[in-house]
């Protein structure tokens, strides 16, 4: 096993008060990029998949403390062997499933733009979901994961963070146009109903990058605890407020209707909204290389000492987006995914691995803030864990994955369980149809 022949970067210093220098200037030469690409490499990171800023900076510097500069040897020294794999299994089940989840919505979505495309058949096998997650995969995907250096992903993680900027911009907007005319749920605002932990998983699921901290922190020239948490604190800022905006305005349009992959739920005959598509599905393909760079290092960690000759970082790539590219062929519903990914995997990552850590490796005073803040995280991680996932299996999400909603279909008045009259509805279907999309 390779776990033995990592070798850390990260110094600690003989004053823990005034480390700030986790790594010597002469281990990070020819492999440093701006402090904004490593904003837009953690942003693109929280988007796809997200962050949660505490845990994020107690992680790096339970590194400083323990000389270590990978979340694997950071676990790996503080709790020994054991420790280090189920780290390793947590760290690369995440972003593997977070593969599949990506290749899944990329399906989706794409499919739904080249169907808009005049004088295409729907039917046509070649704009249909499978045949674009292969696609996808071989032109845009392998290509980019194949990189060995996460900094050159700076300017695509740009891209990306421009991209979902216009997403946004579509999604506000509808929520103004479209909103009005779809019929709401009963009891749509009470908050926090019994299922509310699942609703946990999922944000577990959305708001970590903690698997790949170290590659991004790494990639910083001259990587300090007060560089980082200047970088964490925009990114967090950013990406929460992106979040937020996203969540509401896409709650606010289709209440207790809303889908697990927002795109599901408005109709395919929105031109606007297919160009939301169409930006939606580069984003999450721009995204895509920056969780395979992760189950790579794993890999490559675990078996061979952390180094990987050029053919084995071949092999070992092409093998991962392989294997998660079948899957995804194999299943088309993403909300149970998120659930699952978020409940088993994030929120050890997220709440209980960087707090056990950090409250192992400190010495600082019980009432020291990061110590109570420790205490608080680890029970809150372990309950959304073993809750979350009970009730991921017993109460799992309804999937329409591909199908139309109800209110694209001005004939269709068979609903149930919402607020509004039967004309009142039969009065909205039709404006629905017949204005809001022209």
């Known amino acids: 096993m390779g776990y033995q022949g990592q070798r850390p970067a990260i110094l600690p210093q003989s004053d823990l008060d005034d480390r700030e220098n986790l790594v010597s200037e002469h281990s990070h ?9 490593a904003v837009f490499n953690v942003v693109n990171s929280i988007i796809g998949s997200g962050i949660i800023d505490f845990s994020l900076v107690l992680l790096i510097k339970g590194g400083a403390l323990s000389g270590t500069d990978t979340y694997q ?10 420790g280090y794999l189920l780290l390793s299994v947590l760290q690369f089940s995440y972003p593997f499933i977070a593969m599949i989840s990506y290749n899944i919505v990329t399906g989706d979505t794409l499919s739904k733009v080249f169907q808009r495309i005049p004088g295409v058949d729907p039917e046509n096998l070649l704009i249909g979901r499978h045949f674009i997650i292969v696609l996808s995969t071989i032109a845009f995907t392998l290509p980019l994961s194949l990189y060995r250096d996460i900094a050159k992903l700076g300017k695509i993680s740009l891209i990306s963070t421009v991209l979902t900027t216009l997403i946004l911009g579509i999604v506000m907007t509808r929520v103004v146009s479209l909103g009005p005319h779809i019929p709401k749920t009963e009891d749509a605002w009470i908050f926090a109903k019994p299922n509310a932990i699942q609703a946990v998983g999922v944000m577990s699921f959305a708001f970590i990058c903690h698997h790949n901290c170290f590659l991004v922190y790494g990639s910083l020239e001259e990587p300090t605890v007060t560089k980082w948490s200047h970088i964490i604190h925009v990114s967090t800022l950013i990406s929460v407020f992106i979040s937020i905006l996203f969540a509401t305005c896409g709650y606010l349009t289709f ?25 939606y599905g580069i984003t999450v393909i721009l995204t895509y290389p920056i969780e395979c760079f992760v189950t790579r290092e794993v890999i490559a960690n675990v078996f061979f000492s952390g180094n990987l000759s050029s053919v084995l970082h071949i092999i070992i790539t092409v093998a991962i987006i392989t294997v998660a590219t079948l899957v995804s062929l194999l299943v088309d519903c993403l909300g149970i995914v998120l659930e699952l990914n978020g409940v088993l995997c994030a929120a050890p990552l997220i709440f209980i691995i960087p707090s056990a850590c950090y ?19 680890l029970p809150i991680g372990a309950v959304v864990m073993v809750v979350g996932f009970v009730m991921a299996i017993t109460n799992p999400q309804d999937c329409t994955h591909g199908q139309e909603m109800f ?11 919402i607020s509004i009259s039967h004309f009142q509805l039969t009065t909205q279907l039709s404006i629905l149809n017949i204005s809001i999309f022209q």
């Open 407 to 417: 209110y694209c279909f001005s004939d269709n008045f068979s609903l149930t369980n």
């Open 359 to 377: 409250l192992k490796l400190s010495e600082e005073p019980r009432m020291h803030s990061d110590k109570i803040m420790s205490c608080v995280m």
């Open 255 to 279: 209440t207790g209707f809303t889908q697990g992959d927002l795109f599901e739920n408005y109709c395919r005959n929105d031109d606007l909204v297919t160009f939301g598509r169409f930006c």
């Open 73 to 82: 040897s950071l676990v790996n020294k503080t709790f020994g062997f054991p």
């Open 29 to 37: 030469k020819g492999k440093a990029c701006r402090q904004s690409a």
